[in-house]
């Protein structure tokens, strides 16, 4: 079960999922710390996140006018959680990350490999 949060300009958001995550709806799955991420699930919330961005103005998304976008940071620990703006508001710090840039609109395509990079990132830290 998943539970979407949109953010609100200012407001750090974070999607919470479920650690049961059905492997044959949505795509690929990796197993990271015990914990199945299902990359077709983190595109999904990566494309929304992205469109969301782009009913913001430019000057007030996290690179300006002149990059519109937002970070968006993947946590494994116990499940999984899809965290959104600045990485100072980050509280938990447990599990393993990776992290990206999303694009104001961006693309089914560029989600999915926003989603991959994500997902790589908390394997190579488990990795580590």
Not at 23 to 35: D, E, F
Not at 109 to 116: D, W
Request: aromatic fraction near 10%; include cysteine; charge should be negative.
């Amino acid at each position: 079960m998943h539970s979407f949060v949109y953010p609100k300009r200012g407001v750090h958001a974070w999607f919470l999922c479920s650690e049961t995550i059905d492997q044959t709806t949505n795509g690929v799955v990796m197993k990271i710390a015990g914990t199945q991420v299902n990359i077709g699930d983190v595109e999904d919330y990566v494309y929304e996140y992205g469109r969301d961005l782009s009913t913001y103005d430019p000057k007030d998304t996290d690179y300006g006018c002149d990059d519109p976008g937002g970070d968006i940071r993947l946590q494994v620990h116990n499940g999984w959680m899809i965290h959104t703006g600045d990485s100072q508001f980050d509280q938990d710090h447990r599990g393993y990350w990776g992290s990206e840039w999303v694009p104001a609109g961006c693309t089914r395509a560029q989600a999915r490999e926003i989603a991959r990079d994500l997902v790589g990132g908390a394997a190579d830290h488990e990795a580590m």
